[in-house]
């Protein structure tokens, strides 16, 4: 072991800003030694391997999802101590209603979460994807306008956060006066906290919740389309019903409508940064791009693969298992990082390589796995596959800008210094736009 490894072991990655450029080399470093691995700072099980992940994803039997994105960070109610040989399920459920964010999509485990996430599902129909997909495209082509002519944007304020914001108020049918509401209060909150929306986790602080505008919003809308049906998107989300037939309240459906705007929005435009970084690093990639415009898509799922927006997520050993071989008690935190799952070699070949023709790119877990899988990732892939396609139509070169990140070989680029959050702080790029009516 080396000298830069046994210096890992100083820095807690929870709490320090020691892997937030690089967090691979780190996740590298832990999955040499074991793909599932007790860090020594917090006691959380590192979980580094792909067919691991894998497994702690497809077994809500063993692994609680309360807690998924704040872990223990957030405060833990829930007496763990001396737990460890016991069944944790029921200690669970009594505590359930303190840990963080409980009434959110992402910490509920079956059979609450079935109920939920089939409400949501019930929005998420291919008519309405493919609809909000057309939607897409005009939204790109105007938020373009509104920098081209400048050859140059910060393509995080000019382009995908208001893009990412509009795309989910276009899936859920806000009407189109009430847009601009939206985009202002939601890309404010963002700047503000840099943070995920749902409540950012910096650090182990947990910033709470900016969902309160949304709840509110989305309940007055539900109340007013059960009153006075209007046969538009918003009164067919009043209408929804859960599996069973029963009425959800309007808190309920205010509860997925803000999940949707707080899971998808940030993450969305951490890709597409990602993704337009790789276009203005690698020319030679860009002009492939350019000239089969079919290989898109998969770009974008290597893209996803080798930087996912989405380091990791917790889950809580809910009874004593074995995972990799490792011995794992009840009441455990374990980290899965899909990062490091989406680089483990046994699964990537040459994984820290960008290939854009790799054929298994799309087996990547950037988007999670089993029941908590995440239900944006067609819009996701969408925004994506549309934002390059309509860049490209619109300049003829895109580069990235020396003056604010320096030249080739010494660029300086700013990372978000959260342990769940992979992606840029900012993003300047410079374009040759193509002449008005020359497209
Ligand atoms: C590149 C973009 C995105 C990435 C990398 C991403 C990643 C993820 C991951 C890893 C999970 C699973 C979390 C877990 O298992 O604990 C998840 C869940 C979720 N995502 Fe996404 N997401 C993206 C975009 C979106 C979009 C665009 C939306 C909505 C429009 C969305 C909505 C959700 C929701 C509601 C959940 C919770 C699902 C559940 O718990 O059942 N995401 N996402």
């Not at 917090?42 to 692994?63: C, H, K, S, W």
């Not at 950012?200 to 309940?219: C, I, M, Q």
């Not at 990235?400 to 959050?421: D, M």
């Amino acid at each position: 072991m080396n000298d830069k490894h046994h210096e890992f072991e100083k820095y807690d990655f929870f709490r320090s800003d020691r892997f937030v450029n690089d967090p691979y080399s780190y996740f590298d470093y832990l999955r040499q030694q074991s793909p599932v691995l007790r860090e020594a700072h917090q006691g959380i099980v590192m979980v580094t391997g792909y067919d691991e992940a894998l497994e702690i994803y497809n077994d809500p039997e063993r692994f609680s999802s309360c807690m998924s994105t704040t872990g223990p960070f957030g405060g833990c109610p829930i007496p763990l101590e001396g737990r460890g040989n016991e069944d944790i399920s029921a200690l669970i459920e009594a505590y359930r209603d303190k840990t963080p964010f409980s009434d959110q999509l992402p910490t509920m485990d079956p059979p609450e979460h079935t109920k939920h996430r089939a409400l949501l599902m019930a929005l998420i129909t291919p008519k309405r994807l493919k609809e909000n997909e057309e939607f897409m495209w005009d939204l790109a082509e105007k938020q373009i306008d509104s920098f081209i002519a400048r050859g140059e944007c910060e393509l995080m304020g000019d382009y995908a956060q208001p893009f990412a914001v509009l795309v989910i108020s276009d899936l859920l049918g806000v009407p189109p006066e009430d847009r601009i509401q939206f985009r202002k209060h939601l890309i404010r909150q963002e700047q503000e906290q840099g943070g995920t929306g749902v409540g950012d986790v910096k650090k182990g602080e947990v910033h709470h919740s900016p969902l309160a505008w949304l709840y509110d919003t989305f309940s007055a809308y539900i109340e007013d389309r059960r009153r006075n049906p209007k046969g538009d998107i918003l009164s067919g989300l009043a209408a929804a019903t859960f599996p069973d037939r029963s009425v959800p309240e309007p808190l309920d459906v205010a509860r997925i409508a803000a999940n949707l705007f707080a899971a998808g929005q940030e993450t969305t435009v951490r890709l597409l940064s990602y993704a337009f970084q790789v276009i203005g690093e690698r020319p030679d990639l860009q002009q492939r791009l350019r000239a089969d415009r079919s290989l898109i898509p998969n770009f974008v799922e290597e893209c996803l693969r080798i930087e996912g927006p989405v380091k990791g997520d917790f889950r809580l050993a809910k009874k004593p298992t074995k995972v990799g071989g490792v011995d794992i008690p009840a009441g455990t935190f374990l980290y899965v990082a899909n990062s490091a799952a989406n680089r483990d070699s046994r699964k990537f070949e040459n994984p820290g390589e960008f290939q854009m023709d790799r054929e298994n790119a799309r087996l990547h877990v950037a988007f999670g796995r089993g029941r908590h899988t995440c239900p944006g990732a067609p819009l996701a892939r969408a925004e994506a596959v549309v934002s390059v396609n309509r860049m490209f139509d619109r300049t003829r070169d895109i580069r990235i800008s020396e003056k604010v990140h320096g030249p080739p070989g010494a660029r300086r680029y700013g990372y978000l210094p959260t342990f769940i959050l992979r992606g840029l702080t900012h993003l300047v790029l410079e374009f040759d736009p193509v002449p008005e009516g020359s497209q």
